[in-house]
Structures are given as structure tokens and as C-alpha cells.
T-cell receptor, first 114, second 115 residues
Framework: QQPVQSPQAVILREGEDAVINCSSSKALYSVHWYRQKHGEAPVFLMILLKGGEQKGHDKISASFNEKKQQSSLYLTASQLSYSGTYFC???????????????FGQGTILTVHP | DAGVIQSPRHEVTEMGQEVTLRCKPISGHDYLFWYRQTMMRGLELLIY????????DSGMPEDRFSAKMPNASFSTLKIQPSEPRDSAVYFC?????????????FGPGTRLLVL
């Protein structure tokens, strides 16, 4: 099943913060976050593994709560360049083996205004 | 290094015609994925290959769709005959391997319009 992302859209002013959530009904092996700008390919942001780890990339960080099968992406002090659609891709746990098969959420549209 | 290369970038065709989309993965990557993106269904995995062998084609919509990977540097996705509902952006992605830390790198996509 497709993971559910919330909210569907966010509008921010430069410098504001945002949180994007990704929830799955199945036990997850990993969560991958991508950003896609209009008319372009999705670009990889980060991978999170089960174990509740957190990661950061510049002012973008994420967490993964494997017990709740949820991941959150945190955008701090947003910049104009953060605008785009954010997707989470989830890999379902299958006996501890990763097969690389990702199922993507429907996306969250983030718009940052000056 | 060149990323994933896809051709054509845009394709407009008429219903019933055969369409062939092409992909060159990043050199050295053993896994190749074909995705389709539409407003209604989002980003869907169609099929993926490991070392040129199809591993999972459960996402291929129907028999009109077929994919091949004759060698490590080339893959095709063919639609025959095409229908208007096939209109979408088709992405090819590749990864070095599969595993919890492996990243999929996406190509620029082929925007297909079937009239």
C-alpha cells in the first residue's frame, strides 16, 4: 500500500519551518525522501533506517519511528530553493532482507514565498 | 559523471501507435527501475531489473507494456498499442545495489502524450 503523506500542501514564507509526515500501515525497512521540482526528476535527500535514527542535510532533517511506521521531514528556516514536491518512498520489511522496492507517497507540495 | 540518460524527453503519438522509451543507467549500477508518474496515481514502480534480469514486474499495468534490458547499459520500455490513459511521465532510475543505504538516481524522464 501507498504510504500516506500529510499535509498535502504547505505554504511558507522564507525563514519559516515546516514538517512533512509519512505514515505506513506496514512495518518498514527504510524510508527514502526525495524532492521534485516542477518538470524535473525526483532528487534524493536522505535515507532513514529502522532503529529510530535521525539524519540531517543542511537545514533539512528527518526522523523515523519504526514502531509507529512513521517518518517526518523537518525543514528549518526555509529558503526559496526548498520549494517543490516532497515524496517519501517506503520499503516494506520482508524478513530482514532489502529488495530495494520503494512505494511512494502522493507527495507534499511545498511553496516558499519571499 | 553522466547521470541516468533517457530518450526521448518528449513523445507525442496517436492512439494505437507503438512507443519505445529508452534508458541508459549510471555506469556500474546493477539495478534499473522504471516508474510512471501521473497526477492521479503518483509515482508508481512498473518493473525493475538486477544485472539485466527482471526481478519484479508486478507493477506493469497490462500486456501492452513490456520492458527489456539487453545489456548493462541499456533498457527499453515499450507500449504497444498505446492508449490515451498511458499519458504520463516515465522515469528510469538506477542504483548501485539494493539495501538499506542504497540510493536510487532518477533520470530526467520522458513526457508521453497519447492523443
Amino acid at each position: 500500500q501507498q504510504p500516506v503523506q500529510s499535509p498535502q500542501a504547505v505554504i511558507l514564507r522564507e525563514g519559516e519551518d515546516a514538517v512533512i509526515n509519512c505514515s505506513s500501515s506496514k512495518a518498514l525497512y527504510s524510508v527514502h525522501w526525495y524532492r521534485q521540482k516542477h518538470g524535473e526528476a525526483p532528487v534524493f535527500l536522505m535515507i532513514l533506517l529502522k532503529g529510530g535514527e535521525q539524519k540531517g542535510h543542511d537545514k533539512i532533517s528527518a526522523s523515523f519511528n519504526e514502531k509507529k511506521q512513521q517518518s517526518s521531514l523537518y525543514l528549518t528556516a526555509s529558503q526559496l530553493s526548498y520549494s517543490g514536491t516532497y515524496f517519501c518512498g517506503t520499503e516494506v520489511a520482508a524478513g530482514g532482507t532489502s529488495y530495494g522496492k520503494l512505494t511512494f507517497g502522493q507527495g507534499t507540495i511545498l511553496t516558499v514565498h519571499p | 559523471d553522466a547521470g541516468v540518460i533517457q530518450s526521448p524527453r518528449h513523445e507525442v503519438t496517436e492512439m494505437g501507435q507503438e512507443v519505445t522509451l529508452r534508458c541508459k543507467p549510471i555506469s556500474g549500477h546493477d539495478y534499473l527501475f522504471w516508474y510512471r508518474q501521473t497526477m492521479m496515481r503518483g509515482l508508481e514502480l512498473l518493473i525493475y531489473f538486477n544485472n539485466n534480469v527482471p526481478i519484479d514486474d508486478s507493477g506493469m499495468p497490462e500486456d501492452r507494456f513490456s520492458a527489456k534490458m539487453p545489456n548493462a547499459s541499456f533498457s527499453t520500455l515499450k507500449i504497444q498499442p498505446s492508449e490515451p490513459r498511458d499519458s504520463a511521465v516515465y522515469f528510469c532510475a538506477s542504483s548501485l545495489a539494493v539495501g538499506p543505504r542504497e540510493t536510487q538516481y532518477f533520470g530526467p524522464g520522458t513526457r508521453l502524450l497519447v492523443l
